[in-house]
């Protein structure tokens, strides 16, 4: 069984990895991308000698998928950050943020006070209905405008979810940004009791929320394809794919000179618009749904200064209503003991809002520049003239998913399922964060390991691992408990429409 997977970020990754584990050595396993590297906006470089994260950050350490990951991969545990403040931007000051909230959300608005970035409206009195009826889904302000102010979401809600999406708490889906919040406000009649509901519904959990693997988020996509055993093909984009009687065909390589790869499934884990012209041809339908999605660009720019320049934070948030180009700043060698370097001051300022296009036209060293000057004139001081300067752009890194985003995505899903040997993957369906896009990649990989083919791959892998003195027992197992198409022939009205799909 030959397996393509389109897309080598950190969700293709996965699925390949994940492929791998569950059906053994007998799958062949192809990684393609347009890129020429591994981990797509996982990337770990340097500046002026001080290593960096270029992309992704950190990970979010509440799903312990990606510890797990690394720990099997042998990169060891992974490196927390200092339990140092972060703070908001408001009226010119930088500001604490406040604790207990759930993304800015307060469970009580009277406990924002004017020492915090953002004071709230009292709350109405609840109605006799939920605030959301069964299944709905507004976006974050709706629901939190009308209940608690203005103030809570341009200066609280808003940059707390601009620096994870680039986006604004009004446009951002509920359902897919904040899901406890989304689930609570079915059935509870006050945005205050829907925050305590949805709190204490998530998992208790000690030390810090982030960490990340000490050798960098590069070592981590590169050691997951090696685990994977795929066959790498960098610089090579997918142009086409079209289903065939035996499985697919997929156009690989420039316009001149393209080259047909034949597969027996495909994990396609490419953003949605690229994942809409590729399904266009045999699934309009379904390109339609996934086509919709758009992206905000965003850009970093890592300053390293010479000193010790930097107040005693893991950085700060800036809301869109402070008028700066920043969005963010995070002091990389206070927050991350492990990369910090002497002598110097590692700052990484993020630009780019959703809709907001100007800032980014402005040409890299402008940019830079931009961005100290925002840096000097929020910490109130002047900044030395950097010894290393790294502009990083990403142009349509980061979905922006509207109300309703996920009923889209379950149709589009829906709409493949006489396409079973083909899965969709990735940020742009499941998702932003890597543990959300490593658990993308697993469930696409299940999803084609519980094809007829790759179960009868998975059984032998399962043989191959058993003990010799008990494979005769582990082979018995497989057969009872795989059913139809799996350890034994089944009738041909049970296996045949998965066999012509499959190739088998």
Same mark, same amino acid.
């Given at each position: 069984?030959?397996?393509?997977?389109?897309?080598?970020?950190?969700?293709?990754?996965?699925?390949?990895?994940?492929?791998?584990?569950?059906?053994?050595?007998?799958?062949?396993?192809?990684?393609?991308?347009?890129? +020429?590297?591994?981990?797509?906006?996982?990337?770990? +470089?340097?500046?002026?000698? &001080?290593?960096?994260?270029?992309?992704?950050?950190?990970?979010?350490?509440?799903?312990?998928?990606?510890?797990?990951?690394?720990?099997?991969?042998?990169?060891?545990?992974?490196?927390?950050?200092?339990?140092?403040?972060?703070?908001?931007?408001?009226?010119?000051?930088?500001?604490?943020?406040?604790?207990?909230?759930?993304?800015?959300?307060?469970?009580?608005?009277?406990?924002?006070?004017?020492?915090?970035?953002?004071?709230?409206?009292?709350?109405?009195?609840?109605?006799?209905?939920?605030?959301?009826?069964?299944?709905?889904?507004?976006?974050?302000?709706?629901?939190?405008?009308?209940?608690?102010?203005?103030? $809570?979401?341009?200066?609280?809600?808003?940059?707390?979810?601009?620096?994870?999406?680039?986006?604004?708490?009004?446009?951002?889906?509920?359902?897919?940004?904040?899901?406890?919040?989304?689930?609570?406000?079915? *059935?509870?009649?006050?945005?205050?009791?829907?925050?305590?509901?949805?709190?204490?519904?998530?998992?208790?959990?000690?030390?810090?929320?982030?960490? &990340?693997?000490?050798?960098?988020?590069?070592?981590?996509?590169?050691?997951?394809?090696?685990?994977?055993?795929?066959?790498?093909?960098?610089?090579?984009?997918?142009?086409?794919?079209?289903?065939?009687?035996?499985?697919?065909?997929?156009?690989?390589?420039?316009?001149?000179?393209?080259? *047909?790869?034949?597969?027996?499934? &495909?994990?396609?884990?490419?953003?949605?618009?690229?994942?809409?012209?590729?399904?266009?041809?045999?699934?309009?339908? $379904?390109?339609?749904?996934?086509?919709?999605?758009?992206?905000?660009?965003?850009?970093?720019?890592?300053?390293?200064?010479?000193?010790?320049?930097?107040?005693?934070?893991?950085?700060?948030? &800036?809301?869109?209503?402070?008028?700066?180009?920043?969005?963010?700043?995070?002091?990389?060698?206070?927050?991350?003991?492990?990369?910090?370097?002497?002598?110097?001051?590692?700052?990484?300022?993020?630009?780019?809002?959703?809709?907001?296009?100007?800032?980014?036209?402005?040409?890299?060293?402008?940019?830079?520049?931009?961005?100290?000057?925002?840096?000097?004139?929020?910490?109130?001081?002047?900044?030395?003239?950097?010894?290393?300067?790294?502009?990083?752009?990403? +142009?349509?890194?980061?979905?922006?998913?509207?109300?309703?985003?996920?009923?889209?995505?379950?149709?589009?899903?829906?709409?493949?399922?006489?396409?079973?040997?083909?899965?969709?993957?990735?940020?742009?369906?499941?998702?932003?964060?890597?543990?959300?896009? $490593?658990?993308?990649?697993?469930?696409?990989?299940?999803?084609?390991?519980?094809?007829?083919?790759?179960?009868?791959?998975?059984?032998?892998?399962?043989?191959?691992?058993?003990?010799?003195?008990?494979?005769?027992?582990?082979?018995?197992?497989?057969?009872?408990?795989?059913?139809?198409?799996?350890?034994?022939?089944?009738?041909?009205?049970?296996?045949?429409?998965?066999?012509?799909?499959?190739?088998?």
């Amino acid at each position: 069984m030959h397996v393509a997977v389109v897309g080598a970020g950190i969700s293709g990754l996965s699925a390949a990895w994940r492929l791998r584990h569950r059906l053994g050595a007998g799958v062949d396993i192809t990684l393609l991308d347009q890129a +020429g590297r591994f981990g797509g906006k996982l990337t770990t +470089g340097e500046v002026a000698g &001080v290593r960096v994260e270029q992309g992704a950050e950190s990970v979010l350490l509440r799903d312990p998928v990606v510890a797990e990951l690394a720990g099997a991969l042998g990169l060891g545990a992974l490196a927390q950050p200092a339990p140092l403040p972060a703070g908001i931007v408001a009226a010119g000051a930088t500001r604490p943020v406040p604790r207990g909230t759930l993304l800015g959300i307060p469970t009580d608005p009277s406990t924002l006070d004017s020492a915090g970035p953002a004071r709230a409206t009292p709350e109405p009195p609840g109605g006799p209905d939920p605030l959301l009826a069964a299944g709905a889904d507004v976006s974050v302000g709706a629901l939190v405008r009308p209940r608690y102010g203005d103030e $809570v979401v341009d200066r609280l809600v808003d940059p707390l979810l601009g620096g994870v999406y680039a986006g604004r708490a009004d446009d951002l889906s509920l359902a897919v940004t904040v899901p406890a919040l989304h689930a609570a406000a079915q *059935h509870e009649r006050t945005l205050s009791a829907a925050v305590r509901a949805a709190q204490a519904a998530a998992p208790r959990t000690t030390g810090p929320m982030f960490g &990340v693997p000490a050798g960098g988020l590069s070592a981590f996509a590169t050691a997951l394809a090696a685990a994977s055993g795929a066959t790498a093909r960098l610089d090579a984009p997918v142009r086409e794919l079209a289903p065939t009687p035996s499985g697919w065909r997929l156009t690989v390589g420039s316009t001149r000179d393209p080259e *047909h790869l034949t597969a027996d499934a &495909v994990v396609l884990a490419v953003p949605a618009r690229p994942a809409a012209r590729l399904l266009s041809g045999f699934a309009p339908a $379904v390109a339609a749904e996934v086509g919709v999605l758009d992206y905000a660009s965003i850009a970093l720019v890592t300053l390293v200064l010479p000193g010790d320049v930097l107040p005693a934070s893991s950085g700060f948030l &800036v809301p869109a209503t402070e008028g700066y180009a920043i969005k963010a700043a995070t002091f990389v060698g206070h927050k991350w003991p492990h990369l910090a370097a002497p002598d110097v001051s590692l700052v990484r300022l993020s630009l780019g809002r959703y809709g907001e296009t100007r800032v980014l036209q402005c040409a890299d060293a402008d940019l830079a520049e931009l961005a100290r000057a925002d840096l000097a004139a929020i910490l109130g001081t002047r900044l030395p003239d950097p010894v290393g300067v790294r502009v990083q752009r990403w +142009g349509g890194a980061l979905p922006q998913y509207g109300p309703g985003h996920l009923d889209r995505i379950a149709r589009a899903r829906a709409g493949l399922a006489e396409h079973p040997t083909l899965a969709l993957a990735g940020a742009g369906y499941d998702g932003v964060g890597i543990p959300v896009c $490593v658990r993308s990649g697993f469930a696409a990989a299940d999803r084609l390991a519980a094809t007829p083919a790759a179960d009868r791959l998975a059984a032998a892998a399962r043989l191959a691992a058993a003990p010799a003195a008990d494979r005769p027992a582990a082979a018995a197992a497989d057969r009872s408990a795989a059913g139809p198409g799996v350890g034994r022939r089944a009738a041909a009205a049970d296996v045949e429409p998965a066999e012509i799909s499959t190739g088998d």
